[in-house]
């Protein structure tokens, strides 16, 4: 891996999603979607942390929305999607509605950054890493403008609001990421054997009616088990005439259970498999 020199933090990348609005303000972090953060809103037009892959970059003609124009402007900003002014690291602070602690997310299989995230996970409480292996090319998020990039999902907070306590806790985390990357590019941070990672399988959906609308709602007995064991016949969904739903497929691990910006992505949870 090539030394962490370049490295950028972003808050409000969604406009709703305070502690990283608020710790960029407070230390002039980059604020990626200001128009956003004026009306506390996730977007303006579109999700913005959907637009960064190389060919929603180079569209040109066409009516741009807000957020594909934005995502343009901090791409060149930023030095440039896949070029080397690229920053090396990129670490992009969102909150979730679900009971996720301090999610570390990495769309790639880079060790030696998974063995950074993994001091942070082993120093710090409820933290956890989250693989989401994608190609970088086309991946939407705007951490990958970068050479290497971390999420950091901080919950359960809901959006458009303040939580002290996630709040120091990832600014904490973000300075001691800087020290930890500081140490790898000194050659001098400890290998950890036995990383307890979560890898993305997929997402499942809400159970709907022919004409699109939720039928069922995260199960009672779920709600806030992010990252605990669901296998088959345990409950998953209750219907909206209290029937229960138990679950039938794989043995996995669901996180973002019932996370407030996915309803409409259809997404009632993402499913990963625990690796350690
Ligand atoms: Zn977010």
Known sequence: MELLDKIVICGGTHGNELTGVYLAKKHGWFLANPEAVAVCRRYIDTDLNRCFALSQLRVESGELRVENLRAKVINTMLGGKGTEAAPDLILDIHNTTANMGVTLILNQSDTELINICAHIAKEFEDVRIYLQPEKRDESPYLGTIAKRDVCIEAGPQPHGTLD???????????????????????????????????????????????????????????????????????????????????????????A?????????????????ERAN
């Open 256 to 272: 973002f259970i019932n996370e407030a910006a996915y309803y409409e992505k259809g997404i009632a949870m993402s499913l990963t």
């Open 164 to 254: 002290a306590k996630l709040f120091f806790k990832v600014e904490r985390i973000v300075f001691r990421f800087l020290e930890l990357a500081e140490a790898w590019n000194k050659g001098n941070l400890p290998k950890i054997n036995g990383i307890e990672t979560f890898k993305e399988t997929r997402s499942i959906d809400y159970p709907r009616d022919s004409e699109g609308n939720i039928i069922a709602m995260i199960h009672p007995a779920l709600q806030g088990r992010d990252f605990c064991e669901l296998k088959a016949g345990m409950p998953i969904f209750m219907g909206l005439d209290g029937k229960e739903i138990l679950w039938e497929g794989e043995t996995c691990y669901p």
